[in-house]
């Protein structure tokens, strides 16, 4: 959290900087929104976050077009925040359109749609849907494993909500659990124990059946 709280003055300036110079339209000034949102989304000031990721999100949309790689990210990055959030009815349009952008503009292997591919099982896991979540998640692991490497961050991200879809599933509880384990230890070895991902798969663990 130091390294995060460090940052935040940094990002807070770079903004207004931006405003000043480029205007609040400018694609610099949206990503600069965008990353201070995504700074308080880390740091767990998912209110907060909001505001700038509507903004950043609206305004790539005007400036940018639908299905340019920025906005998309800023979809996601919307559609990711109100799922932490729980409002998971207001975050599967976002989802939804995230994945389908990326998949047309970027592929299937690309490591944004990749990303995003996790992000829908993850949601359709969370509502229960798990026949879905699991037509979306596909074989997302072991293409993540080949374009990444096993120790990338999004290859252990993608596998630990693998293991999360698992362990909801019908007889899938023990090996679902094992398979997070394994993988929490992993990012701990890899990225460290203090790493956010880390962290929030570590709780997760913590709180399986």
Do not use: C
């Not at 120790?151 to 599933?169: F, N, S």
């Amino acid at each position: 959290m130091g390294q995060l709280e460090e940052a935040r003055p940094l990002l807070e300036e770079a903004l207004q900087a931006r405003k000043e110079t480029l205007g609040n339209r400018h694609p610099d000034t949206l990503t600069s929104i965008n990353n201070l949102g995504w700074l308080l989304a880390a740091m767990g000031e998912l209110k907060k976050a909001r505001p700038l990721y509507e903004e950043a999100m609206q305004g790539m949309r005007e400036t940018l077009g639908d299905r340019h790689p920025q906005t998309l990210t800023s979809i996601s990055n919307m559609g990711q925040l109100l799922q932490d959030m729980g409002q998971l009815e207001e975050a599967r349009p976002l989802h939804e359109e995230a994945l389908q952008g990326r998949r047309e503009t970027l592929g299937d292997r690309h490591r944004n749609t990749l990303i995003s591919i996790g992000n829908m099982a993850d949601l359709l896991r969370a509502t229960g849907a798990l026949v879905e979540s699991e037509a979306v998640l596909g074989n997302a692991v072991g293409v993540a494993q080949e374009v990444f490497g096993i120790d990338h961050m999004e290859t252990l991200v993608i596998t630990a909500k693998a293991a999360r879809l698992q362990h909801a599933q019908l007889g899938g509880a023990a090996a679902g659990k094992a398979l997070l384990a394994a993988t929490v230890a992993r990012m701990a070895e890899v990225f460290g124990e203090s790493h956010r991902q880390t962290s929030m798969y570590r709780k997760v663990l913590t709180e399986m059946e």
